[in-house]
């Protein structure tokens, strides 16, 4: 009997050992994975970038495309798995997706600037000559706004810009037509908070994105893709810091970052995909050195950069690509001139350039695709007019702009495209009636 107990509890024990054994080393089953397929239609009218890049994704991943129109076309809308005319547009890979980008033939082609006329109250319209930069303002410009538009932004449809007017706590909107003209849309101007001084688009184009510079918080509202009509999302507007005077939309639009010129910081939001909604993500707000009052991200979205209007620098972060949080830059911050006014990547993401309003001059920089660390352009800086505002750059990199709300013009310059270096153009500056933002787009239709 004893031994018959000693032979079945030595069984027990082996049994157990081996069934522990077996769930140490157990592994989970491999994640599901779906196949994204994009195509084109008409083959070579465009192209399609795939952010994270790849064709197979995890169950649940959102993939971003962005469609860019060969010569000779302009994006048009997606079908398929993705469908509606926002680009770029998400995809949630719950399945295998197939995609179509559909374009047609161009019969628009232009590029236009938009400027906003602080002191007059009105929006100018400028052709931009694609060969010289030189600006031609367009039939029935310059187009009523609100009292002191200080900044503009356009959705990425090219279909609709919004204005935000400062002392009327509004925001304009308007459709933009085939030639450039600006025609209110209805119900404009829509709501905003106390003091309105800077306006960011959405880059899928859903939300727009306002920061109060008086009432220390950040409106923000769904946009009807069909008329451009805002709509105020649901909690809006949501708390920043104090003296909000520029907030910028990261690329893949995960995350709004407003500079607090009072709190000497930035505030970082993740934007809810769905309804636009902001949540500050965690360690929000982060220093950012004596009155940060302008920030630009970008185009890769890794690096933040930001100017300091009393201490005269600009400050460069990294970017966490997984929770948007920031990190001051090594050897950051970096010189710049008297009163550094705002803060302009171009968008080849090669270079910054920051209006000094101070000294009238433009300092540019090198970025360092690695590190994205900053380094003066040989000659920089620049000069420019008086009371230099903003810094507008064309979306092909060629051509800078800094609008000089002082002297009532507009100086351009080209780009040198290995160097950053700037050169003022035949014609400059242009005439303008106390210019403050401006933004530029190449319109095909």
């Not at 507007?237 to 970052?257: H, Q």
């Not at 920031?326 to 171009?346: C, H, K, M, Q, R």
């Not at 080209?414 to 014609?427: R, V």
Request: aromatic fraction near 10%; proline fraction near 7%.
């Amino acid at each position: 009997m004893k031994a018959y107990l000693t032979t079945a509890l030595l069984a027990g024990f082996i049994a157990a050992s081996c069934v522990a054994c077996s769930s140490e080393t157990s592994t989970d089953p491999p994640p599901t994975r779906y196949t994204l397929t994009v195509q084109i239609a008409p083959t070579g009218s465009g192209t399609v970038a795939v952010s994270p890049s790849g064709t197979q994704f995890t169950s649940g991943a959102s993939v971003t495309l962005t469609a860019t129109a060969a010569s000779g076309y302009a994006f048009d809308k997606w079908t398929g798995d993705a469908t509606g005319a926002a680009n770029p547009t998400t995809v949630t890979m719950s399945g295998n997706k197939t995609v179509t980008a559909n374009f047609s033939a161009s019969t628009v082609d232009m590029y236009l600037a938009y400027v906003t006329n602080y002191t007059s109250g009105s929006i100018s319209a400028y052709a931009v000559d694609t060969a010289t930069g030189a600006l031609t303002e367009v039939a029935g410009s310059p187009f009523i706004a609100g009292t002191t538009p200080a900044c503009i932004a356009i959705d990425p449809t090219n279909a609709f810009a919004y204005v935000v007017n400062v002392f009327d706590n509004t925001i304009s909107a308007f459709t933009i037509g085939s030639t450039g003209a600006l025609t209110a849309i209805a119900g404009s101007p829509f709501a905003a908070g106390v003091e309105p001084f800077f306006v960011s688009v959405h880059p899928g184009g859903k939300f727009a994105y306002v920061a109060n510079s008086g009432s220390a918080n950040i409106s923000a509202y769904a946009i009807d893709p069909t008329t451009g009509v805002l709509t105020a999302v649901a909690g809006s507007p949501f708390a920043a810091g104090t003296a909000p005077f520029s907030i910028a939309v990261d690329p893949a639009g995960k995350c709004a970052y407003v500079a607090n010129s009072g709190t000497g910081d930035v505030s970082v939001y993740a934007i809810d995909p769905t309804t636009g909604g902001l949540t500050a993500i965690s360690g929000s707000p982060f220093a950012a050195g004596d009155e940060p009052y302008s920030i630009a991200i970008d185009p890769s979205g890794k690096f933040a950069y930001v100017a300091n209007r009393f201490a005269g620098h600009v400050l460069a972060f990294s970017i966490d690509a997984g929770t948007g949080a920031l990190t001051e830059i090594g050897d950051s911050p970096y010189a710049s001139g008297t009163d550094p006014f705002s803060v302009s990547v171009d968008p080849t993401g090669k270079f910054v350039y920051v209006a000094n309003f101070g000294d009238n001059a433009v300092s540019a920089y090198a970025i360092n695709p690695a590190t994205g660390g900053l380094t003066a352009v040989t000659g920089s800086p620049y000069a420019t007019g008086t009371w230099p505002f903003s810094v507008a750059i064309d979306p092909a990199g060629r051509f800078a702009y800094v609008t000089n709300w002082g002297s009532d013009n507009i100086s351009a310059y080209a780009i040198d495209s290995a160097t950053g270096a700037l050169t003022e153009i035949a014609g400059s500056p242009f005439a303008s009636i106390g210019p403050a933002g401006m933004i530029i787009i190449h319109l095909t239709r």
